[in-house]
C-alpha cells in the first residue's frame, strides 16, 4: 500500500511529513504504518514501519530520533543519536541527517523550521504540554542553538478537533484558573460538557511567543479513521489498544 504523508510548503525545503496510517506493515486495530513502540503491535511490524518512514525521509532507522515521551514542556537539544531514552516531549537540532520524530494519537505534533539558521523542532503538544509551555520551550531552545523566532515556522499537524474533543467541567475550570481568556477556546456541550479547541490553542500559544508564522493543517485525527490514528476513538470503540502516528522533520 502506497504511504500517505502530509507535508506543508511552510516548512521546506526540510524533509518533513505528518505520516498518516496508510502504507504499513501492521493489521488488526493497528492495520497500517504504527510507530508507536510503546503499543502492543508486534515489534517486527513496528521496525518495518519506522523503516519505511527512515527511507522516505532518507535517512538509516537509527537517525530517526525521539525521545520518551510524558506530557511535559521538555525539550532536548540533539546533535546525535541518543544512547539512553530521554523523557520529554520535543526536540531541537542544527545537525544535518538526523530526523526528529514525535508519536501522537490525538494530541498535536508540531513541526518547527528556521531555514535561514538551519535549526528544526519537533513537539509532542497535548493539552496538558501545551498549557505548561512546550511550544514556547521548543522556541527557547531553538533560539540557544542558533535560530530567530521571528523567522520560525511552526505547523501543527493532525490534531483532535474541537468538534470531537468533549471535556468535563473541571477541564475548563483547569484553564480558566490560568487565564480567564481562555474561555474562548471551549464552547458550549451537552449539560456541564464543553468542546475544547486544542489547535487553536496552539496557535495561540505560538502567536504569542512571537513566531514568524504558525498553521494548523487542518485534519481531524478522530473524524478519519481511514488516515489516522486516535486514542478517544479507539476509547469509544472499546478497542484494547490503538497505533501512534509519527510526524517528522530533518535538515
Known amino acids: ?60 532507522p537509527g537517525a530517526l530520533i525521539g525521545v520518551h515521551q510524558v506530557h511535559s514542556a521538555d525539550v532536548v537539544t540533539v546533535t546525535g543519536p541518543l544512547v539512553t531514552p530521554v523523557r520529554a516531549d520535543a526536540l531541537v537540532t542544527a545537525a544535518p541527517g538526523l530526523a526528529l520524530t514525535v508519536l501522537t494519537a490525538d494530541c498535536g505534533p508540531v513541526l518547527f523550521a528556521d531555514t535561514k539558521a538551519g535549526v528544526v523542532g519537533a513537539a509532542h503538544a497535548g493539552w496538558r504540554g501545551a498549557l505548561s509551555g512546550v511550544l514556547e520551550a521548543v522556541l527557547n531552545a531553538m533560539e540557544a542553538a542558533g ?25 475548563l475550570d483547569g484553564f480558566l484558573a490560568e487565564d480567564p481568556a481562555y474561555a474562548r477556546f471551549f464552547s458550549g456541550g451537552t449539560g456541564d460538557r464543553a468542546h475544547f479547541d486544542l489547535p487553536s490553542f496552539g496557535l495561540h500559544r505560538l502567536r504569542s511567543a512571537g513566531i514568524g508564522h504558525a498553521e494548523w493543517i487542518g485534519h481531524c485525527t478522530y473524524a478519519n479513521p481511514e488516515l489516522f490514528f486516535s486514542y478517544r476513538r479507539s476509547v469509544h470503540r472499546h478497542e484494547a489498544d490503538y497505533g501512534r502516528l509519527i510526524s517528522a522533520i530533518r535538515i
Open 147 to 171: 535560530a530567530n523566532r521571528a523567522d520560525t515556522t511552526a505547523v501543527i499537524g493532525p490534531t483532535i478537533s474541537q468538534k470531537n474533543y468533549e471535556v468535563g467541567p473541571e477541564f
Open 1 to 60: 500500500m502506497t504511504m500517505d504523508i502530509l507535508t506543508h510548503e511552510a516548512l521546506a525545503p526540510f524533509r518533513h511529513g505528518f505520516f498518516t496510517r496508510k502504507g504499513g506493515a501492521s493489521s488488526g486495530i493497528f492495520s497500517g504504518l504504527n510507530c508507536g513502540h510503546g503499543s502492543s503491535d508486534q515489534t517486527e511490524a513496528v521496525a518495518i514501519n519506522r523503516e519505511r518512514v527512515a527511507r522516505t525521509l532518507g535517512v538509516e
